[in-house]
């Protein structure tokens, strides 16, 4: 998934994770912010801005009753930080934007 600064990538991942998978709603920080499920680092959860790509598989339903399995990638949005786009886009199939 890419795209610029703040345009909901990390939350598209969030909202996938809550849709897929059993999250408990006691789940929050000790400052009561939503849990971001790909933002992993420290300094990216104080500044909320994603830095390093992270890799996530998502195991999906579709509407016949199996289920498909998905490989993303949740990259990075600032410019200085477009190394980390760059080798996502070289290890990947197709690109979300």
Sequence with gaps: V???LHHGK???FD??????HHVDDAIVHAD?????YT???MDEQDREV???????SLVMPNGAGK????????????V??????????RLSDGVML
């Design 50 to 56: 994603s830095i390093k790509a992270v890799p996530m």
């Design 80 to 89: 200085n930080f477009s190394d980390e786009v760059t080798a996502s886009y």
């Design 10 to 12: 990390t939350s598209l």
């Design 2 to 4: 890419a795209g610029h």
């Design 39 to 41: 933002d992993t680092r």
């Design 67 to 78: 289920h498909l399995l998905f490989n993303m990638m949740d990259t990075p949005g600032h």
């Design 15 to 20: 909202m996938l994770v809550e849709q897929t």
């Design 32 to 36: 009561d912010r939503a849990l971001r």
